[in-house]
Structure formats: C-alpha cells, structure tokens
C-alpha cells in the first residue's frame, strides 16, 4: 500500500514578537499570571499590513525547498485555517496564486485548532488514493486581529497568536515509513464554547456597529470548559491512534501535541505516562497558533535534527467545533 511521507516542512512567524509585559501594558494581567496559567512568554502577532498568506507563502517556500522538489511538481495544496484573510475565497487559492503554482487545486480547511491534522488527513487520503502525488499541507493562523486586546478579552488575547507551518507529502518510494492512521472526531454541540459569531451569512448584514458594539467579532472562548475536555479528548485520542495503528505509548518517539496551553499538554503528558523527552512543547515562545502550532513544531524538530527516520511520531489536537483528532506517522 502506498503510504504518504512528509518530504518537507517549513514554517513562518511575524518578526513581531509580543512579550508577556507588553500585554501587561494595555490589559489588567502579568507576566506571572499568563506564564503560570498558559505557559506563554512571548508570542508573534503581525505587523499593519502582514497577512496570513504572506505567512502561509513563507512556510511554504521552506518547505517545498526543503522536500527537494520544485514548484512544478506541487499537485495540490491544502491549507487549514480559522483566520482567513477574507471571507470568501480561502487563503488556499491566495496562497497558489501567491506560490505561482499554475492553477492547481487548493482547498481551505476549517477545523481550527486541530486544522491541521484535519487537512493531513485530506491529503494523505488524496495521496493514498492516487488523485495527486505531491501536496502542500499548511496550518496557517492570524489570530491577532481578531483579539480583544483590553481587559474584557484577556483570557484569550494572551493565548491566541499568529503563524505558518507546512509540509510538503508525497508517495514513500516503498520504504516503511509515512502516515499510518488518524483518529479524527468532532461534537457541535460545543460550538459556542469557541468561536467567532460574526460575520456570519445568518447576520444581514454579516456584521455591523451593532453586533461589533456586542462584542461577537472578538474571538470567545469558555476556557474552563475548553481545557475540561482538552485533557479527556487528547490522550483518548491518542491512545486510539496508535490502538488502530497497532503501536503502543512505550513505542512513541515524540508526541507534538497542539500548543493549546502548556498546563494542557503536561496533563496530557502525565495522563498518558509519557516521559519528559517523548513529548514537544513550544508554547512558551509561539503562543497558541491554532492550526499552525503542530506544523510549526514538525519544522523545530525536523531542523533541530530531533526527528531520525523511522522515529513514531504522535500529533494530536482539540479545539473549537468542538473539533480533535491525532496523526500517527514513522518519520
Ligand atoms: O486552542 C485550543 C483551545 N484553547 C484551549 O485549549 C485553552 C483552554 N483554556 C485555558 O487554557 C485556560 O482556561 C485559560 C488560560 C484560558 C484560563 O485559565 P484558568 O486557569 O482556567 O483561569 P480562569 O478562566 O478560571 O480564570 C481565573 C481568574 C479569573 O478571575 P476571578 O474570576 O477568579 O477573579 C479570570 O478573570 O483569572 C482571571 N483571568 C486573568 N487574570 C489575569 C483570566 N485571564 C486573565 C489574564 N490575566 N490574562
């Protein structure tokens, strides 16, 4: 059976970095509260001007120099985001006219924080089923701009933050390695529990001083109830994976959890019995990058040489929907 490889990856950040006492500056926390509570001690928030495909391009371009390919042989591309730059069309067709790709297909995801599994799993079945050979997966996020940057909204405009990650996937040329399964779920019933009301197509106008002077352009989040489930959904998640790949925890070289809030992943970490040097953590520099924080992570390792073939690599996630899932993968 044909499996799908990561040939690539690459990622991007704002050259902004936003520290903890900047926040401090304009909102009623501190440095001690976010870095206790979330982990956080700086995050990139873009500059006037910076887009989410400027930071989707950028990925991209490491990636698919990465992978050794050239832009030619680019199939597809899938691009997982919550924040587009317009409502309609998706940054991915953005990014393919940006990327000078030709008019290949693109596709936007939109399952937030766990995005980015989400558009792995669209890519990896395309792969599989023989529809294209190589495609650009991204989990792109600019969050920034739709933070409530005062008091009101400090639960979570010190967790959301702006970024790119990407992987170049492509057919294993018959060695065993590459994707091995998902798990992927998701429960409506909590939508509300994170989102962004408007605009929205059920409003008419979509938005307006009104339903701005509410307040439902900001994103909102119950964080209690978010992080309850978080810690349930992802080592159940993980544990399934790996049950439907035939693998067990003991096996597990690394596991890239979402970036979500530190606290998160050291329970997820402790729930499933894992070891300090198992389990990814970039959060303290990043913030939460929604669909971006998995391939960002992938790049880190990839380059920092953390990752040697054959490794059992775990990416898991939950967020807003309520949507999570997990990829297992031997690198
Ligand atoms: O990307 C995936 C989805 N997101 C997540 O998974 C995030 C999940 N949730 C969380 O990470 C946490 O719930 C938060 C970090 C958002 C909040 O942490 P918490 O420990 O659950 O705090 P809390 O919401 O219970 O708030 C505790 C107190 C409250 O004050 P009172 O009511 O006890 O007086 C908040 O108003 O902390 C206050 N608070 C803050 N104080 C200083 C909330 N945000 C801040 C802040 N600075 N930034």
């Known amino acids: 059976m044909t499996r799908s490889v990561i040939l690539g990856t690459g990622m991007a950040v704002p050259d902004r970095i936003v520290t903890n006492d900047e926040l401090a500056a ?92 989400y558009a792995l799993a669209t890519a990896d079945a395309y792969i599989r089923g023989g529809l294209f050979r190589h495609v650009l997966v991204v989990g792109q996020e600019v969050q920034s701009t739709g933070l409530d940057a005062s008091t009101a909204g400090r639960a979570t405009a010190v967790i959301f933050a702006d970024g790119a990650g990407a992987v170049v996937l492509g057919p294993s040329a018959g060695e065993d390695r590459g994707i091995l399964g998902f798990d992927l779920h998701s429960d409506g019933a909590f939508a509300d529990k994170l989102w962004v009301d408007a605009p929205g197509s059920m409003y008419h106008p979509r938005i307006s001083p009104v339903l701005m002077a509410q307040g439902r352009h900001w994103l909102h989040m119950d964080g209690k109830e978010v992080f309850r489930h978080a810690v349930v959904r992802m080592p159940e998640s993980v544990r399934a994976v790996l049950t439907g790949v035939g693998e067990s925890l003991e096996g597990v070289t690394l596991l890239v959890p979402h970036q979500a809030n530190l606290r998160i992943s050291e329970m997820v970490q402790k729930t499933l019995g894992l070891r300090d040097d198992q389990v990814y953590n970039n959060i303290m520099s990043y913030g939460n990058t929604t669909a971006a924080t998995i391939p960002i992570a992938l790049d880190e390792c990839a380059r920092a040489g953390r990752l040697k073939a054959g490794d059992l690599v775990v990416g898991t996630a939950f967020g807003s929907g309520f949507m999570w899932g997990s990829v297992a993968l031997r690198w």
Not at 32 to 51: A, D, L, P, S, Y
Not at 59 to 85: H, K, M, N, Q, Y
Request: a negative charge.
């Open 26 to 117: 304009v909102m009623d926390t501190t440095d001690e509260w976010i870095t206790q509570r979330t982990g956080i001690r700086q995050r990139h928030w873009v500059r006037e001007g910076e887009t989410g495909v400027d930071l989707a391009e950028r990925a991209s371009r490491r990636a698919i120099a990465a992978s050794g390919l050239a832009d030619g042989d680019i199939d597809a591309i899938v691009l997982a985001t919550s924040t587009p730059d317009h409502f309609a069309p998706g940054n991915g067709v953005l990014l393919q006219h940006r990327l000078g790709l030709g008019p290949i297909p693109a596709l936007d995801v939109r399952a937030q924080c766990s995005g980015f599994i």
